[in-house]
Every structure is written in structure tokens, then in C-alpha cells.
């Protein structure tokens, strides 16, 4: 079953949206398998955006997400990489489809709530970066065999 690394960005938490974000990866039919609230080190938040180094926004971007707490979590199920992204819209808020986490509370691209891993390469390298094993918790929904046929 494929895992993703999700985190609810600062502007998620303060704007109070970690119900409503929560709410959208359940009721879809994914499992929660990791849940943390946290504040986010340096080291950590440019370990994690260590891919857009070079850009002009990586300065503010780490300083954002060590401003203030953040969730970070794991959701697994079959298809939830690509399909959590789908579900947290465009990068650019503006430009995401409403009925998307970042086309119905979002405005600004530096405070678009949440990230969700792209792929399933970063989707492990980065569950493993914000995860041991121990905080990984393996079940099954009850409802498993009302979802997946
Ligand atoms: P993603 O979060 O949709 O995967 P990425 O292109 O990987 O988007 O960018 C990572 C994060 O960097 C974005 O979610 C956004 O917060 C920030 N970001 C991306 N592009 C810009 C920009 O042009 N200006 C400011 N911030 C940006
Ligand atoms: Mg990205």
C-alpha cells in the first residue's frame, strides 16, 4: 500500500484548518499512519526544501515554516500520492480548481496550507525524514473492505 508525507503548513494551523484538512484525507478513504505537531527546526525545513535551494523564494519559505507549529502526518492508501495532490490543488492557490485544500482557503503561492509529496521517490525520502519506523503506526480501517473492492 503507498504512503505520502503531508504537513500542514503554518497558515494551515493558524488559520485553524487542521479539522478540515484532516476531515478531507478521511473521508476520502485514506489511513492515517503518522501524526505529529511540531515546530519544524532549521536544519529540518532546509533538509526538506533542499530541492529549491537555488530559487529566490527558499529564504522566506524556511523562514516560514519554522515560524510557527506545523502537523506533519503520513496517509497511506492505494493511490494517495498522486490522489493528495490532486486533493491540495496547484502550488499557485490562485490558479487551483475549487473543491482543491488550496483552491477553497488560499489566496497567496507563500501561504498555499499544506505540502504533499510529488512522487513516490520523495514521498519516501521524505516520510523517512520526518518519521522513524516507531512513529509509523501499521493498521487497518475497519471499513477496509467498504473502500477497496
Ligand atoms: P508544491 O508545494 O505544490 O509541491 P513546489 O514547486 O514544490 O510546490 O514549491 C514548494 C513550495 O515553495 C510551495 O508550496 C510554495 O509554498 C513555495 N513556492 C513555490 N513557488 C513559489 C514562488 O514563486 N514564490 C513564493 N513561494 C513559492
Ligand atoms: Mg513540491
Known amino acids: 500500500m503507498e504512503r505520502t ?3 500542514i503548513k503554518p497558515d494551515g494551523v493558524q488559520r485553524q484548518l487542521v ?8 473521508t476520502k478513504g ?10 519544524v527546526s532549521r536544519e ?5 526544501y533542499a ?4 530559487r529566490p523564494f527558499f529564504g522566506s519559505l524556511v523562514e516560514f ?13 492505494k493511490g494517495v500520492i498522486a ?3 490532486k486533493i491540495i490543488g496547484a502550488t499557485n492557490p490562485l490558479n487551483s480548481e475549487p473543491g482543491t485544500i488550496r483552491g477553497d482557503f488560499g489566496v497567496d503561492v507563500g501561504r498555499n496550507l499544506i505540502h504533499g509529496s510529488d512522487a513516490p521517490e520523495t514521498a519516501q525520502q521524505e516520510v523517512s525524514l520526518w518519521f522513524t519506523e516507531e512513529e509509523l503506526v501499521s493498521w487497518q480501517l475497519a471499513v477496509t473492505p467498504w473502500l477497496y473492492e
Open 5 to 7: 508525507f503531508l504537513m
Open 19 to 26: 479539522g478540515e484538512v484532516i476531515k478531507r484525507f478521511e
Open 30 to 39: 485514506f489511513t492515517l499512519v503518522g501524526l505529529k505537531f511540531m515546530k
Open 44 to 48: 529540518l525545513a532546509e533538509q526538506h
Open 51 to 54: 530541492v529549491h535551494k537555488e
Open 65 to 77: 515554516i519554522i515560524s510557527a507549529p506545523v502537523v506533519a502526518m503520513v496517509w497511506e492508501g
Open 83 to 85: 490522489s493528495a495532490r
